[in-house]
């Protein structure tokens, strides 16, 4: 199976229509691909947290629109990254969508980890609740965004929802890029999964990006990581290994579960 990690540069001197239209445009290039992914919040810069109110958009708004045709002009299985929702209902919302190829949304995921502490996402966006998998290109995949990389009890839920792998799109930024890396490597080992890391490049709301997209094996290997610049990341994964690698080290079936709580004294 074919995966493209579309590393697109998010810059404040690029109008979110023009940028979409691009973005459009590496995704119907990718046609020898099974599986395609773009960044978070590549619309409006995930650090640009002014215009995220102006910036958002209904469910099947423009970027759904622009993504559901690009997936299906490529035939391509497309992980569109994330993009601000307005939700009628309710706040708005840092969400993925996934498209079939035959450009029929297959799956959406609101962000649940919100970074920002007492500010930005964490109290501009509301919180996802549900974990999502989706089965594509012969993989299950499991959703997470950005900030979610740092909390492994998320990824354990994936696990037990059946997946053998993660898409994570994120707009990581430059100066905490290690973290990005040793972070990606630490999910895929600690789950036997591979790991389809996907971060923007350049520089949005005064926020340098880290970019080095990177895919992670089951067994921890690195198999595939960007620059620093915008870039298309090509890898070609195995559908077959995250079986064989939980078979040959069984570390899953070794998870005590339900341990009871230290006695505080």
Known sequence: MRASLLQIAVNDDESVNSRRERAASLVRAQQHSDLV????????????????????????GPTYEAMAKAARDAGVWLHAGSFVERDPEGPLYNT??????????????????????????????????????????????GLATCYDLRFPELFRGLVDAGANAFVIPAGWPARRREHWSLLARARAVENQAYVL???????????EQAGYSVVVDPWGEVIGEAGAGEETLVVELDEARPAATREQFPALKD????????ERR
């Not at 890391?197 to 926020?207: D, F, L």
């Not at 998870?255 to 230290?262: D, T, Y």
């Open 37 to 60: 992914v773009l960044p978070e919040l590549w619309p409006t810069g995930a650090w640009s947290y002014a215009g995220f109110a102006d910036e958002a958009e209904p469910l099947e």
């Open 255 to 262: 998870r005590v579960l339900g341990v009871a709580e230290p």
């Open 197 to 207: 890391a996907c971060g923007t490049a350049g520089t949005h709301a005064g926020v």
């Open 96 to 141: 993925s969508l996934v498209f079939a190829p035959d450009g029929e949304l297959a799956v959406a995921y609101r962000k649940i980890h919100r970074f920002g502490f007492d500010e930005g996402e964490a109290v501009l966006l509301g919180a996802g609740r549900e974990l999502v998998t989706v089965p594509a290109a012969g993989l299950r995949l």
